[in-house]
C-alpha cells in the first residue's frame, strides 16, 4: 500500500467574518450549507481513484469555522471517507470550533462521528481585545467549551490565541496565556496578528483610526509565550505550537514535511504527487461546478494547478521544514531534490548561520533568533535558489511534479 495520506475539508461558513480575516470564509450563508454539504460528498467520491491504495492518517476540517456546519454533514462525509479508503489506526480528525456555539449536544455528536482533536478558536482571554477582533464569545465561554471537551473525551484540546494586537500591553498578553494554561489543554497554537491586504483591519490602519502592530513588541511577546509555556510543561515543536508530549498535530505537520494530502470544498488546497492545486473559492461557484459536473466526475471543474517554478517550491519545502524546531538533515534534502543542499543554498545558509539565525549541525535549524525572522529567511533562501537554479539542471527537472490521473486545466 502507498504511503497514507492527509485530507483537509473547508467549510467556509461563519457567523460574523471578522475584521483581521482574508480566509475564504462568509458570514450569512447559512441557507447554502444543505447544497454544501451534498457537493463535498460528491467531491469525495470523486477523489476515490485518488486514494486507491492509500489509508487516510488524518482529517482537518478547517474553515471558516467548521464548527457551525451541522454536525450531522460532517457525520455524514467522515462516513463517506471510510468507505473509500481505510483509516490508519488512531487516525487524528480535527474540527475548528468557537467558543458560545459549541454546545454539548454538538460536541457530543462530533465525538460520535469520530472528531479525536478540539481546535477552539480562543483568541484572547481579555473582553476588549475579543471586541476588537469582532469575536462574538466571553472568556467564561472559551472556559465552557473546554469543560465540554472534557466531558466528551476528545483526546486532544488544542486552543488558539492572537497576539501583537495595536495597543495590545505585554502584560495583558502573558494574563492570556495564564488563563489559557489554567484550562489545561493538551495544545495551544500562538498566532502573530498579520495585517492582510483587502481586510475591514488594514482599512482601518489605512484611515489612521488604529495604529498598525508593533512588531518589536509583538517579539517580545512571542518570547513571553515561549517562556511560559516551556515553564508549564509545553514543548515548541512548530514556530506557532506548542504541545503537552504527545498531543502534537499530526494534520499539520503533513503541511510541513512535504506529505500528500486531498483537499475537498471550495477553495481548499491540495498536494498531491509534488503538485499543488486549489479549488474554486466562492461557495455558489463550487457548488454549481459540482451540480454541473458529469455524475462521479466533478474535479475537472473544480480545481486548478498551482504548482509554483522550481526554485519556488524548493523554497518552499525549505521554509515549511525550518517551521518544524527539529530543522531537517542535510540528507533530507538531497533525497528529495537530488541536488547538494550545499549546492543549491548553501552560501545563504552559512550567511545566516554566521548571523547567529540559523544552526548547520547535526541538523539544519533556526536559533531562537531565527525564529523572530523566519519570513526573511525564506526571502532570503528564494532569492539565493533564483541565483543557482540556472546552475543546476538536476534541480529543475526533479522538481516536475508526477502525473496525477486527474484532468483539471492549468
Not at 463535498?40 to 489509508?55: D, T, W, Y
Not at 484572547?124 to 477582533?133: M, V
Not at 509554483?308 to 538533515?329: I, M, S, T, Y
Request: aromatic share 8%; charged share 20%.
Amino acid at each position: 500500500m502507498a504511503e497514507p495520506l492527509a485530507v483537509y475539508v473547508h467549510i467556509p461558513f461563519c457567523t460574523i467574518k471578522c475584521g483581521y480575516c482574508d480566509f475564504n470564509a462568509y458570514a450569512g450563508m447559512d441557507a447554502l450549507k444543505d447544497a454544501y454539504a451534498r457537493a463535498l460528498l460528491r467531491e469525495a467520491q470523486a477523489a476515490r481513484p485518488l486514494l486507491a491504495g492509500r489509508a487516510i492518517a488524518s482529517v482537518g476540517f478547517g474553515g471558516g469555522t467548521p464548527g457551525e456546519f451541522p454536525a450531522q454533514h460532517l457525520a455524514a462525509l467522515l462516513e463517506r471517507l471510510r468507505s473509500i479508503a481505510p483509516f490508519e489506526p488512531g487516525a487524528e480528525v480535527t474540527l475548528e470550533v468557537n467558543p458560545g456555539t459549541s454546545s454539548p449536544p454538538y460536541l457530543r455528536a462530533l465525538r460520535a462521528a469520530g472528531v479525536t482533536r478540539l481546535s477552539i478558536g480562543a483568541q484572547s482571554f481579555q473582553p476588549a481585545e475579543l471586541a476588537f477582533l469582532d469575536r462574538i464569545h466571553s472568556p467564561e465561554a472559551t472556559a465552557a467549551a473546554v469543560a465540554a471537551a472534557r466531558a466528551e473525551e476528545f483526546e486532544s484540546v488544542s486552543l488558539d490565541l492572537i497576539y501583537g494586537l495595536p495597543g495590545q500591553p505585554l502584560d495583558a498578553w502573558r494574563e492570556s496565556l495564564r488563563a489559557a494554561l489554567r484550562l489545561e489543554p493538551d495544545h495551544l497554537s500562538c498566532y502573530a496578528l498579520t495585517v492582510e491586504e483587502g481586510t475591514p483591519l488594514a482599512a482601518r490602519i489605512a484611515r489612521g483610526e488604529i495604529e498598525p502592530p508593533d512588531p518589536d513588541l509583538a517579539a517580545d511577546m512571542y518570547e513571553a509565550a515561549s517562556a511560559l509555556l516551556e515553564a508549564a510543561g509545553f514543548r515548541q515543536y512548530e514556530l506557532s505550537n506548542w504541545a503537552c508530549p504527545g498531543h502534537e498535530s499530526r494534520h499539520n505537520r503533513t503541511y510541513w514535511t512535504d506529505r500528500d494530502y486531498l483537499a475537498l470544498g471550495a477553495g481548499a488546497h491540495g498536494y498531491l504527487a509534488g503538485e499543488r492545486y486549489e479549488n474554486v473559492a466562492h461557495p455558489r461557484a463550487y457548488i454549481a461546478a459540482v451540480e454541473a459536473a458529469p455524475p462521479g466526475n466533478p474535479r475537472p471543474a473544480l480545481a486548478r494547478v498551482t504548482t509554483p517554478p522550481p526554485p519556488a517550491q524548493v523554497a518552499d519545502w525549505l521554509a515549511l521544514r525550518l517551521r518544524l524546531l527539529e530543522g531537517f538533515e542535510p540528507a533530507d534534502f538531497e533525497r528529495r531534490w537530488f541536488v547538494p543542499l550545499d549546492a543549491a543554498a548553501g552560501p545563504v545558509l552559512r550567511e545566516l548561520a554566521e548571523a547567529g539565525l540559523l544552526e548547520l549541525a547535526p541538523r539544519i535549524r533556526l536559533t531562537a533568533r531565527g525564529r523572530l525572522l523566519h519570513g526573511e529567511i525564506a526571502a532570503r533562501l528564494l532569492v539565493q535558489l533564483e541565483e543557482t537554479a540556472p546552475r543546476l539542471p538536476g534541480l529543475a527537472a526533479s522538481a516536475a511534479p508526477a502525473t496525477l490521473s486527474r484532468t483539471e486545466p492549468t
